[in-house]
């Protein structure tokens, strides 16, 4: 008996789309002995049907209106590859009403819109898979849900946009400035015209907030998760970190203490040699703790044509064995059912802190700097002050400070009394610390 092939449409034909439709159409027999049955590309959607694509579409119908998707009774699974939080979320609803298995790369519409498609997916019996909404081609979800399923999951941290890395990158390496670094990646295709949502740390969030409902089961509203981007980053502040030994690198962290989950994406210095502050360029890595397996990590492109095309195609073919439904059903995410920790308060977070502020270069700063500090308790474990060089210092010079383990709301305290001292000059500068 024959197996009837699993029929396909897709709504986006951008950078993935065209991706997957080229893995379908050029890998065909070797999909089709993975997934025991044929996958069928049958309708594509697009914006505007006569545009020009770097890919032939011989067999799919094409259409500008991503509701000929929707309501094509035909189809076993759509495909959404759009992005955004509008129309697209009518997409995805409207295709689980009318019997379709989901899959969907929009990081976005989960974090913020999880619950609400999951549950639509669970009232009308379908599935929602999203490998490829985190780390662009690691399968991250699948260890999470699958491989890492003995464990109780106590910590994640990882480096989860390669935009921000591609830059951190550039300035490390180069010593380049983080305008000109941008420039480059905008250059080279690793940046968007707008960066925003990248740079600041909007697009890490949204990330780390789908990873927090996998590992701990929670879901967190996107401003409960305390974020700084890089854009504000000094290459100064790279060669200092450099100089002590560090690098500084664009970290999403979520961990368990004292009962409670934390939650934050910032820059943060790491030791140089450390798994992490090796990962170079538009590369993503991510480190689990799990109770029972410890550390493990997962690296691989985070995004790119491809690379995310991979993780699409992947739950395709799970789809069509099954796998993706029992896996949807057992783990029941964006659900009433989870055990929700309360949010551990960033002021109650406990860390090493880089501190860097531009002073007189006389005598008794130091003194009043390190006095501000004792008087909120924090530590320091090493100070570095160069001699002051060339003919336009204007009687200033860089002050940096390491500290030891202090609460965050007491040293952002000091921070701030710090930028109102008369020998500081402008801000002061502060990333946390990880050894």
């Given at each position: 008996?024959?197996?009837?092939?699993?029929?396909?449409?897709?709504?986006?034909?951008?950078?993935?789309?065209?991706?997957?439709?080229?893995?379908?159409?050029?890998?065909?027999?070797?999909?089709?002995?993975?997934?025991?049955?044929?996958?069928?590309?049958?309708?594509?959607?697009?914006?505007?049907?006569?545009?020009?694509?770097?890919?032939?579409?011989?067999?799919?119908?094409?259409?500008?209106?991503?509701?000929?998707?929707?309501?094509?009774?035909?189809?076993?699974?759509?495909?959404?590859?759009?992005?955004?939080?509008?129309?697209t979320k009518d997409a995805i609803l409207g295709s689980l009403s009318?019997?379709?298995?989901?899959?969907?790369?929009?990081?976005?519409?989960?974090?913020?819109?999880?619950?609400?498609?999951?549950?639509?997916?669970?009232?009308?019996?379908?599935?929602?898979?999203?490998?490829?909404?985190?780390?662009?081609?690691?399968?991250?979800?699948?260890?999470?849900?699958?491989?890492?399923?003995?464990?109780?999951?106590?910590?994640?941290?990882?480096?989860?946009?390669?935009?921000?890395?591609?830059?951190?990158?550039s300035m490390s390496e180069t010593g380049g400035s983080y305008q000109?670094?941008?420039?480059?990646?905008?250059?080279?295709?690793?940046?968007?015209?707008?960066?925003?949502?990248?740079?600041?740390?909007?697009?890490?969030?949204?990330?780390?907030?789908?990873?927090?409902?996998?590992?701990?089961?929670?879901?967190?509203?996107?401003?409960?998760?305390?974020?700084?981007?890089?854009?504000?980053?000094?290459?100064?502040?790279?060669?200092?970190?450099?100089?002590?030994?560090?690098?500084?690198?664009?970290?999403?962290?979520?961990?368990?203490?004292?009962?409670?989950?934390?939650?934050?994406?910032?820059?943060?210095?790491?030791?140089?040699?450390?798994?992490?502050?090796?990962?170079?360029?538009?590369?993503?890595?991510?480190?689990?703790?799990?109770?029972?397996?410890?550390?493990?990590?997962?690296?691989?492109?985070?995004?790119?044509?491809?690379?995310?095309?991979?993780?699409?195609?992947?739950?395709?073919?799970?789809?069509?064995?099954?796998?993706?439904?029992?896996?949807?059903?057992?783990?029941?995410?964006?659900?009433?059912?989870?055990?929700?920790?309360?949010?551990?308060?960033?002021?109650?977070?406990?860390?090493?802190?880089?501190?860097?502020?531009?002073?007189?270069?006389?005598?008794?700063?130091?003194?009043?700097?390190?006095?501000?500090?004792?008087?909120?308790?924090?530590?320091?474990?090493?100070?570095?002050?160069?001699?002051?060089?060339?003919?336009?210092?204007?009687?200033?010079?860089?002050?940096?400070?390491?500290?030891?383990?202090?609460?965050?709301?007491?040293?952002?305290?000091?921070?701030?009394?710090?930028?109102?001292?008369?020998?500081?000059?402008?801000?002061?500068?502060?990333?946390?610390?990880?050894?």
């Amino acid at each position: 008996m024959s197996v009837l092939p699993l029929k396909i449409g897709m709504i986006g034909l951008g950078v993935v789309g065209t991706g997957v439709a080229k893995l379908l159409s050029e890998q065909q027999e070797r999909l089709t002995k993975k997934a025991g049955r044929l996958l069928v590309l049958k309708k594509v959607a697009v914006r505007d049907a006569s545009k020009s694509r770097d890919i032939s579409l011989d067999g799919p119908v094409i259409t500008n209106h991503w509701e000929d998707v929707v309501n094509d009774s035909s189809l076993d699974v759509v495909v959404e590859l759009a992005g955004g939080t509008t129309w697209t979320k009518d997409a995805i609803l409207g295709s689980l009403s009318s019997g379709k298995h989901i899959v969907t790369a929009n990081k976005a519409l989960l974090a913020t819109h999880g619950k609400e498609v999951f549950d639509c997916a669970r009232k009308n019996n379908r599935c929602v898979a999203f490998e490829a909404s985190v780390a662009g081609g690691i399968p991250i979800i699948g260890a999470l849900t699958q491989g890492l399923a003995a464990n109780k999951i106590i910590g994640i941290r990882g480096i989860l946009n390669g935009t921000c890395n591609f830059i951190l990158t550039s300035m490390s390496e180069t010593g380049g400035s983080y305008q000109d670094a941008l420039k480059e990646a905008q250059k080279l295709g690793f940046a968007e015209s707008d960066p925003t949502m990248d740079v600041d740390g909007t697009d890490t969030a949204h990330k780390l907030a789908i990873l927090v409902q996998i590992a701990f089961g929670q879901t967190i509203p996107l401003a409960s998760i305390d974020r700084v981007g890089i854009s504000s980053l000094n290459s100064i502040d790279i060669h200092f970190a450099r100089e002590l030994g560090y690098g500084i690198k664009l970290l999403a962290e979520a961990w368990i203490y004292d009962g409670k989950l934390a939650v934050h994406v910032s820059p943060v210095l790491l030791r140089r040699h450390s798994p992490l502050a090796q990962v170079r360029q538009a590369y993503n890595a991510i480190q689990v703790m799990g109770d029972a397996v410890g550390d493990t990590l997962y690296y691989g492109l985070g995004a790119g044509r491809m690379p995310t095309a991979s993780s699409v195609v992947a739950d395709i073919i799970d789809i069509a064995v099954g796998r993706a439904q029992s896996t949807f059903n057992s783990m029941n995410l964006w659900s009433d059912s989870g055990n929700s920790s309360p949010l551990l308060s960033s002021d109650d977070v406990n860390s090493r802190y880089y501190l860097r502020l531009l002073v007189d270069d006389k005598p008794g700063v130091l003194a009043d700097v390190t006095k501000l500090l004792a008087k909120h308790q924090i530590s320091i474990a090493s100070i570095i002050q160069h001699e002051a060089e060339g003919e336009n210092t204007n009687g200033k010079v860089q002050l940096v400070i390491m500290t030891h383990l202090s609460k965050c709301g007491k040293f952002r305290v000091a921070a701030q009394e710090l930028d109102f001292l008369d020998c500081v000059s402008g801000k002061a500068v502060h990333y946390p610390v990880e050894d």
